[in-house]
């Protein structure tokens, strides 16, 4: 079951957003490699998803069915609704807030480029 608003009502700017997540939870990793996992996670592991269409979820020009998605978070590691809240809806799994990175990811009112730069200063302080 999902709540909120389906894949074909996300707004141009959910979509970006999620693009944006994306793109910075995939850095450094084999774009090829990543979409043979996401089939994996679906249960499909002899059909991979090829770089190309890992690039368009990326560029927020295909956003696919919620089941992907949600395989896209597994694929990861993430924390379900960790990206799928940006679209606007949340697997049943989502639970409580795990993590700092987590809870910077649902902040409402911070843009891409805020999430980052406070991600990052967290993991920095972490080091110390």
Excluded at 40 to 56: A, F, I, L, M, Y
Excluded at 110 to 125: A, E, F, V
């Amino acid at each position: 079951m999902l709540y909120g608003v389906s894949m074909e009502r996300a707004t141009a700017e959910q979509r970006e957003a999620f693009g944006h997540e994306l793109e910075r939870r995939l850095m450094g990793l084999n774009r090829a490699a990543f979409g043979r996992r996401v089939a994996e996670e679906e249960g499909r592991g002899d059909r991979p998803h090829s770089e190309t269409q890992v690039s368009k979820w990326v560029q927020g020009e295909y956003i696919t069915s919620p089941v992907r998605v949600f395989a896209i978070e597994r694929a990861l590691d993430a924390t379900p609704g960790a990206l799928s809240h940006l679209l606007g809806y949340l697997p049943i799994e989502a639970r409580d807030i795990l993590s700092v990175e987590d809870a910077i990811g649902f902040a409402d009112g911070l843009d891409q480029k805020d999430r980052s730069m406070l991600i990052d200063l967290y993991q920095t302080m972490r080091k110390r």
